[in-house]
Every structure is written in structure tokens, then in C-alpha cells.
């Protein structure tokens, strides 16, 4: 059975960093392209990151753009999240997901309908 599980949300003071880890099982990953969204409450799911299969080509939404990084550990079928200079709005449930479709080497979708496998979520709040 596929599970994707988020760790690593919590409490934090504007400014501060947290880093998010993805452990998937079930199976291997390593030759699809991961994410991140993130939904607010009131709000709808938004994109947050994304990453192709191997590390090599990445996408950011611009609301975090130079302050969030995505990576990637294959062997260890896992995917991070480093925030950094955490703002107020960026207080969400944290979503990773798995996409099983191909579009070529550097395919990183931005789109929650691209992605296959989601995790449950985790939460990260900061304060102001």
C-alpha cells in the first residue's frame, strides 16, 4: 500500500525556519516527479514546490521563491522542504504529493491534477 507521510510542521515565530520531510513506502519514487502544496484555512490548495525525478530541475511558486528549498533523497525515498524567513502567511496544512505521469526528464508539475499520491498533511503555523 502506498503512504506518503509529512513530519517536521509546527509552531514557529516569524522569521524562523522549519524543514518538512515526505517518507513514502509502499513503493519506489525515484523515477517520478514530488511536491508540495499547501491549503490555509478558508483557502484552496495552492502549489508550494516541485521537484523532477533526480534533484535536477525544481519549481517554486512565487510567494516562496528564495526563501523555500525542495531536495530530494532517493535512496532513502524521501523528499524535504527547507523554509526559511517564515512569513505569517505562509500558515498551512503542508501537503507532499507523487505524480506518475512522464513528460519528459525535467518534468515538475505545478498543478494538483499531475499528482498521483498525496500524504495526510501537516501543519505549520507561524506566528507574528
Known amino acids: 500500500q502506498v503512504q506518503l507521510v509529512e513530519s517536521g510542521g509546527g509552531l514557529v515565530q516569524a522569521g524562523g525556519s522549519l524543514r518538512l520531510s515526505c517518507a513514502a513506502s509502499g513503493r519506489t519514487f525515484a523515477s517520478f516527479a514530488m511536491g508540495w502544496f499547501r491549503q490555509a484555512p478558508g483557502k484552496e490548495r495552492e502549489f508550494v514546490a516541485a521537484?523532477?525525478?533526480?534533484?535536477?530541475?525544481?519549481s517554486y511558486a512565487d510567494s516562496v521563491k528564495g526563501r523555500y528549498t525542495i531536495s530530494r533523497d532517493n535512496a532513502k525515498n524521501t523528499m524535504y522542504l527547507r523554509m526559511d524567513s517564515l512569513k505569517p502567511e505562509d500558515t498551512a496544512v503542508y501537503f507532499c504529493a507523487v505524480s506518475l505521469r512522464y513528460d519528459g526528464p525535467k518534468y515538475a508539475p505545478g498543478t494538483a491534477d499531475e499528482y498521483t499520491y498525496w500524504g495526510q498533511g501537516t501543519q505549520v503555523t507561524v506566528s507574528s
Open positions: 521537484i523532477n525525478w533526480n534533484g535536477g530541475t525544481t
